[in-house]
């Protein structure tokens, strides 16, 4: 089992930063052998890169806005747009954009070149403010750092991988 823990985010725009702060902390700890942490910041562009060598699974950690409380941490099976299945037209505006900046948009491509793994999810944490320029993250944002460690590495034991 060959596990991609993709962390997306901003860190120049306070809590977007929450992938980048989160990937920083799982290689901190230490990886499994299996498991393979990257950074991929706004550039969904490089994660369809890295899944043209093909994992069994990819983790994506990012902020992401859902409607819930600041802080919240949230586990989401995305939804990928089919492109053949799209109209000409809209067809060509998912595919238009190079850097690919939001998860949803690089799972897109990723599918459309049939190299987005059978298991896909999302941990996601609500952000206060992901808009806002300056580093560092709020202080839910902040709080809910090792919640999504801990989600995450649930994620990988989900799929038969010991991550202590």
Do not use: K
């Amino acid at each position: 089992m060959q596990i991609l823990v993709a962390c997306f985010g901003n860190v120049l725009r306070g809590d977007d930063g929450f992938g980048i702060v989160v990937a920083q902390r799982l290689v901190e700890s230490g990886v499994p052998s299996s498991v393979r942490v990257l950074e991929i910041g706004i550039g969904g562009i490089h994660l369809v890169q890295e899944l043209l060598d093909p994992v069994d699974a990819l983790v994506v950690v990012d902020a992401v806005d859902v409607g819930r409380p600041p802080g919240t941490v949230v586990v989401i099976d995305p939804e990928v747009a089919d492109v053949a299945a799209l109209p000409i037209d809209q067809r060509r505006d998912a595919l238009a954009d190079m850097h690919y900046a939001t998860p949803d948009r690089a799972f897109t491509l990723a599918r459309g070149l049939g190299v987005l793994p059978p298991v896909t999810v999302v941990v996601g944490c609500q952000p206060l403010d992901a808009q806002r320029y300056g580093e560092g993250l709020s202080e839910p944002a902040a709080a809910a750092v090792d919640a999504a460690i801990a989600e995450v590495h649930a994620t990988v034991a989900a799929l038969g991988v010991d991550w202590h």
